[in-house]
């Protein structure tokens, strides 16, 4: 067993909507059935929270002296108070994860030993199932590309890791500007620019995470203001090379249309084209 030399902080990030069960069992995943443990765990109030939510994180704070709570006064949106998260954290690798979604019990230890015997990496993700109520209600298995080479050629397209997958280097997402508030595609955006500062990437062919899908899911994906988003981001990966014009006319001509599909649309291409390799 590796993962001796690798000390590592968890990320996350809770707003008042969340519930407070799926937080729950989203830290019993983190903090309790992991074989490899967290060196720390940096948890970002997101603005205030609810009653409920407030009494599961002071459980959790009782009993593991390695949790950090990071109160925010105000609500930021989740690429704010990731910015502040990656600040706040003592270790240079960094995990992230959702607060209502499961981690697999050895996916740290998966990343942790990869990442010894690769530490030429800055990012290393991996795949995820889909799940609605429990997780043994699966909708799909999202498989992301593997080597360095085919995320740089994913990136050109659309997000090349499951976001709640990533274990990540501090100093290189600070010297690549850090997460930015860029509403929807936060960690696309962070992807781009480290891609331009060199950095390596990897995934691992493992499911990592239990991610929880359904409340809305295709609906905010098809929000008016993720075709801004997706601007700054093809803006970016063309003034840098990684995109020609033509790619990028491409890149805006599908978002558009995505945005305008009727709901039940989207649903399908996103389970079943989004998620090829």
Same mark, same amino acid.
């Given at each position: 067993? *590796?993962?001796?030399?690798?000390?590592?902080?968890?990320?996350?990030?809770?707003?008042?909507?969340?519930?407070?069960?799926?937080?729950?069992?989203?830290?019993?995943?983190v903090l309790i059935e992991q074989s490899r443990k967290p060196d720390e765990l940096v948890l970002v109030e997101d603005g205030p929270l609810t009653e409920e939510l407030y009494q599961t994180i002071q459980d959790f704070k009782e009993k593991?002296?390695?949790?950090?709570?990071?109160?925010?006064?105000?609500?930021?949106?989740?690429?704010?108070?990731?910015?502040?998260?990656v600040e706040a954290c003592s270790y240079d690798w960094i995990a992230r994860m959702d607060t209502d979604d499961i981690a697999t019990p050895d996916r740290f230890q998966q990343q942790v030993d990869y990442i010894e015997q690769h530490p030429q990496l800055d990012v290393l993700g991996g795949n995820i199932i889909e799940f609605d109520s429990e997780p043994d209600q699966i909708v799909a298995e999202k498989q992301m590309p593997l080597s360095h080479e085919e995320i740089i050629k994913r990136l050109q397209r659309r997000n090349p890791f499951c976001h709640m997958t990533v274990f990540?280097?501090?100093?290189?997402?600070?010297?690549?500007?850090?997460?930015?508030?860029?509403?929807?595609?936060?960690d696309y955006y962070l992807w781009a620019r480290m891609a331009a500062q060199g950095c390596r990437f990897a995934n691992l062919n493992r499911v990592l995470v239990y991610a929880r899908v359904g409340n809305g899911m295709h609906?905010?994906?098809?929000?008016?203001?993720?075709?801004?988003?997706?601007?700054?981001?093809?803006?970016?990966?063309?003034?840098? *090379?990684?995109?020609?014009?033509?790619?990028?006319?491409?890149?805006?001509?599908?978002?558009?249309?995505?945005?305008?599909?009727?709901?039940?649309?989207?649903?399908?291409?996103?389970?079943?084209?989004?998620?090829?390799?």
């Open positions: 067993m *590796g993962g001796l030399l690798v000390k590592f902080s968890v990320l996350m990030s809770v707003y008042q909507k969340e519930n407070p069960d799926f937080l729950r069992k989203s830290l019993n995943s593991f002296p390695e949790m950090k709570v990071l109160h925010l006064k105000e609500n930021v949106g989740l690429g704010e108070a990731l910015h502040r998260g990540f280097k501090k100093s290189s997402v600070l010297k690549a500007g850090n997460y930015k508030p860029l509403p929807l595609v936060e609906t905010r994906r098809s929000q008016t203001e993720q075709i801004a988003s997706w601007k700054v981001v093809n803006t970016f990966l063309l003034s840098h *090379g990684m995109l020609n014009r033509g790619q990028y006319y491409q890149n805006m001509l599908m978002i558009r249309a995505f945005v305008g599909t009727p709901i039940w649309i989207k649903a399908f291409i996103y389970k079943y084209l989004l998620r090829r390799k």
